[in-house]
């Protein structure tokens, strides 16, 4: 079966720090990759999408960028976080999965919490 | 542009009795595809129910299904004999042709609650 697994599950960062979250996917090829972010109590934000490796489309301009190193591989990072990145990310991804619907399958989200 | 609304912040049920959420969205795209989404307190997202533009007929997916109203945009979510376990926000979303159905856009989000 297709699966998603992203990591780390829950991080406190310093505002000034770096960072980086991982995805990885499972059960699939090519995929298309997402970066979601929700706010508290908010709806899910679209920050890049990727349709291969080295492809990235940024949806909103900001310090947080992301790279696709490998076909099943996606990474969001940042050099300097702000207080404003918090929130809980999620990876997602739309493949050979699901028949012709193109649901997005998604991971199981990493809440980050800038200080 | 795509816009995706939901405007109940909070639903309330009781067990099992039916409940709709509504979602209504705003495109120029003649094709595009409708999804809801569930996501428990946990945060994993979890995908119920699909309607295409062009489908004739609502989808159904077990207790879901949607009530799809092409001339109004709107794209309600009917969940029939609520369950306890189905406490969590819904997310209605759509994704258009002319981006090649590659982005989803979410709405804010309906969180229901449901009490016995």
């Known amino acids: 079966s297709q699966t998603i697994h992203q990591w780390p599950a829950t991080l406190v960062q310093p505002v000034g720090s770096p960072l980086s979250l991982e995805c990885t996917v499972e059960?699939?090829?090519?995929?298309?990759l997402y970066w979601y972010r929700q706010a508290a109590g908010r709806g899910l934000q679209l920050l890049f999408y990727?349709?291969?490796?080295?492809?990235i489309s940024s949806e909103v301009p900001q310090n947080l960028s992301a790279s696709r190193p490998q076909d099943r591989q996606f990474i969001l990072s940042s050099k300097k976080l702000l207080l404003s990145d918090s929130g809980f990310y999620l990876c997602?991804?739309?493949?050979?999965?699901?028949?012709?619907?193109?649901?997005?399958?998604f991971g199981e989200g990493s809440r980050l919490t800038v200080l | 542009a795509q816009k995706i609304t939901q405007t109940q912040p909070g639903m309330f049920v009781q067990e099992k009795e039916a409940v709709t959420l509504d979602c209504t969205y705003d495109?120029?795209?003649?094709?595009?595809?409708l999804f809801w989404y569930k996501q428990p307190s946990s945060g994993e997202m979890i995908f119920l129910i699909y309607?295409?533009?062009?489908?004739?007929q609502n989808a159904t997916e077990g207790r879901y299904s949607l009530n799809f109203q092409k001339a109004r945009k709107s794209a309600n979510l009917v969940i029939s004999a609520s369950q306890l376990g189905d406490s969590a926000m819904y997310f209605c979303?759509?994704?258009?042709?002319?981006?090649?159905?590659?982005?989803?856009?979410f709405g804010t989000g309906t969180r229901l609650l449901v009490s016995p």
């Open positions: 997602a991804g739309r493949g050979q999965w699901g028949g012709s619907t193109g649901e997005l399958f």
């Open positions: 059960g699939t090829s090519n995929p298309n």
């Open positions: 990727s349709v291969g490796i080295g492809q």
């Open positions: 495109t120029s795209d003649p094709s595009y595809g």
């Open positions: 309607q295409g533009s062009y489908d004739q």
């Open positions: 979303a759509m994704s258009l042709m002319n981006t090649g159905f590659q982005k989803l856009v």
